[in-house]
Every structure is written in C-alpha cells, then in structure tokens.
C-alpha cells in the first residue's frame, strides 16, 4: 500500500502493534512485523541494559522494521506527607494478604528526559522507529535520532499535544482516543484532559495539522481499521487486540480477565501507577475509586504500590489487583498467534 506511514517504514500494511511495556514481547514485535506490519516493544520500564538486550532479541528474529516505545514523563515530585497517606490507605489491603506494608514509594522508572545511557542504547541499535509517550524529548535528542535514520512517533491526547509533536519534527502523531487501553499519553497529566474518541480526536487534529496521524484507541476490527482510514488516518495502532497472542507476555489471571472483559468493562484510574489509564475494571478499582485524584503520588512512585500489593495478592492466590491494562474493545480479542491476526484484521479491512 501506498501511504505516508508505509513509506516510511518499507510497510505492507500501515498498521502498528501498540508497544505496551510489560505486555510487548520480541516474539510479538517481530512475528507482527514478519507480517508485514509495525511490531512494537516498550522499553519505557527497563533499564538501559534490559533495553538492549530486549532491542537486541527482537531485531534477531526479524529483518523487518522494528517501533521502541520510551516514557518522556516528568521525574516525579517528592511529597513525603502525601505518599505516607498513600501507604496507609493500604495497610488493610496488606494485612489481608500477611505482606509487609511498604515503608516508602520508590521511582521505579526512569525517564527517557535527560537519561543519556538510554540514548546511547538507541543511538547504537538504530530500531527503524522510536515512539514517545507521556510528552517529547529535547529538540536535541529528537535531531540525533533523526541523523541516524530512525522514523519518529509521538503519542497526543489532544490537538495542543499534536501541534506541539507537529512543530517538533516528529514525523507521526499517534492519536489516542480516550477508548484506548493502557496510560493516557498526555504531557501534563494534571492538565484538564479533553478525553476525545479517536473519532473525534482523529478529525480535530487533521482540521489543525496536515502532519500524518496514526489513530489508537478502539479499533479491534477490520471496519474499524477502514473507519479510520476513511477519516484521513495514515495508520492505525491497536494493542488490546493483541492481548490474548500467544506471543503476549500477558499472565494465565490477566488473560482470564480479558475474556470476562464483556462483563466487567473497563475503567480510567490513576491509583495503580499514578497516571491515568484505562484497565479491566478489578479490585484496585473497586478499592480506590473514591480517592481524590489530588491524594496519589506522582508516577511512577505509585506504581512500586501497586506492583507489591499485586505480588501480595497473588502470593495467596488472589489476582484482582494486577494492572490489567485494556481498552474499551477489549472483548472483541482474539486468541491468535499474532501473525495471523494481522493477516486476519488486513483481509477484513481490505474486503
């Protein structure tokens, strides 16, 4: 196919996996690209090392393109009052499941602001494609990955964060409807969020920008992919479809999730990781959905919470606390090697 995205990316199909840190694997990524579309990882979790190695592994199971995904948040603000409360509001939950409550948050991520070992990383594996989420890097950074060839993507929730990743000289704006699953992608997250669909967000941003957009966020179907399209989408990118792949390193309790997706829904909460994003509506939900927002702690401190109280849970055979991203389609899944669901979305939508 012939467009902007497939161009320039040597692409069959101007589709693209979501990166989804935690969910991305290698034998995703490559086995999505094998097929003629953009495979994704997401090294926004890992250490510059584990980034490498991760890098490394997907570009030695495939000769095709490749999307690393990194985290442009603000480092976090440290409030001692604030995340004290937080840890309290928890003990409860802790106690329940005999797990030492923690004594502090810690930042478990870092940013790929400012993080020159990071860059280093990239710099010297030159993935066809880099994607950025949570904000942008410095013109600086932006200019030398450009010099070494790598396509550049950024994820924006609205049409300020598009005009911004526009002039910036990135050369694709992800459009991410409130529909889909996974962090908001925002820059400020507590900055008023206009929560746009992709459809509505899609058409916005085309009216302000002729820079190319890929549209995410609720596309599960081949007449989703072609909706999308029609509106003036160059590509899309879909990661709750992926889910269920084999090839996914989804868990047996987030995979049985899923398929329940269809009763329980999803939900936005910003209590897991401290950033608001869209998850199959669990227990965390369920306990934390009458905090103020103004009462959890900056990103990623909060997540350190979030991910010792699930190991808690699941040590006693309780699984309602994982973070269990999900868009809103998250019941239209497949169970499908991811291959061949690429080859099944491109007949439908071509049909």
Known sequence: MTNALCQALQLEYPLIQAPMAGVSTPEMAAAVTNAGALGSIGVGASTPEQAAVMIAQTQALTRGPINVNLFCHAP????VEREQAWINRFAPLFARYEAELPS??????QTFLNNDAM???IEQAAPAAVSFHFGIPSSAVIQRLKERGIVLLATATSVAEALTIARSGID???????????HRGHFDPQAFDHQMSTFTLVQAIRQQTSHPVIAAGGI????????MLQLGATGVQLGSA???????????AYRAAMKQASATGTELTAAISGRQARCL???FCDFSRDFATSDVPDYPLTYSLGKALAAAATAKQHHGFGAQWA?????LAREMPAGELVSLLMNKWQS
């Open 220 to 227: 599960m179907e081949g007449s989703g992919i072609a909706a």
């Open 172 to 182: 694709f704006i992800v459009a991410q409807g409130i529909e889909a699953g996974g």
């Open 104 to 109: 502090t948050l810690s930042e478990i991520y």
């Open 242 to 252: 992926f889910v269920l792949c084999p090839e996914s390193a989804a868990n047996t």
């Open 281 to 283: 509506r669990n227990d």
């Open 327 to 331: 868009g809103q389609g998250a019941a």
């Open 119 to 121: 860059l280093n990383v």
């Open 76 to 79: 976090a603000v440290r409030d």
